[in-house]
Every structure is written in structure tokens, then in C-alpha cells.
């Protein structure tokens, strides 16, 4: 396992919380795909899963804080832009075979996940 839910990720709002969950654990299974040895449409198909989520879960969020008082929407907004930007150039670059996933893109997934839910997403909390 990558990453594992913890109580310190909770937002205090079970949707969001859900969602979260939902996102570590598609990276898990991600990770999971390539330490089994998995072929090239096994991880694809898994990727894809990832970015399609990820954009779903943006989309809520910011569906969520844009109605309330939390001062951080847009540059919280850019973060979650520069994220769909880089996993779809990454989903786009392992399909045409530019480049391979290695375990330094799983740590970097990892530890955006991680940050942006611990920093970034913790700023609205208090508005929800
Ligand atoms: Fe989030
Ligand atoms: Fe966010």
C-alpha cells in the first residue's frame, strides 16, 4: 500500500472525506498495478481511472467552496489545475510510450495527494 487514510486527512466533511478515500485508493491501486508486474493496458486503464476521479473530485470541491466565505478559491483552484494538467501529460506520455511510471512519479503522486489534502484542503474546512 502507498498511502493509507488517516483521521489528521479529514476535511470534517464526510462527501469530501469519501472522496479522499476513494483517491488514495485508486493511487494504491495504481501502485499496486505496477508492483504486481501489470502490462502496459492494465496500468492505462488504471491511470485513466485516477486522472478521471481526480478531475470528478476537483470539480465537487470546488463546486462546494465557491458558495461559501473561504478566501482561498483561486489559488486553490490553480493547484488543482496544475495536478489534472501534469497526470493527464503524464497518462498522455506513458500511452505513446515517451516515458514509463517509475516509483519516483508514485512518490510525487503521493506526496502532492498528501500535501494539497493536509495544506490546501484543510483551508476550507472552517467555511464548509
Ligand atoms: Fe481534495
Ligand atoms: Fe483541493
Known amino acids: 500500500m502507498l498511502l493509507d487514510w488517516e483521521n489528521q486527512l479529514s476535511v470534517g466533511n464526510t462527501t469530501i472525506d469519501d472522496q479522499h478515500k476513494k483517491l488514495i485508493s485508486l493511487l494504491n491501486d495504481l ?30 470541491e470546488e463546486e462546494l467552496f465557491h458558495g461559501t466565505a473561504y478566501p482561498g478559491v483561486e489559488a486553490h483552484m490553480v493547484e488543482h489545475q496544475n495536478l489534472i494538467q501534469t497526470v493527464s501529460k503524464l497518462q498522455d506520455d506513458y500511452e505513446s510510450g515517451k516515458v514509463m511510471i517509475s516509483s519516483e512519479t508514485l512518490v510525487f503522486l503521493k506526496n502532492w495527494v498528501t500535501n494539497h489534502i493536509m495544506k490546501t484542503d484543510q483551508g476550507y474546512k472552517t467555511f464548509l
Open 31 to 60: 501502485h499496486a498495478a505496477m508492483q504486481q508486474g501489470k502490462g502496459k493496458e492494465i496500468i492505462s486503464k488504471t491511470l485513466h481511472d485516477l486522472v478521471e476521479y481526480t478531475d470528478y473530485h476537483f470539480g465537487a
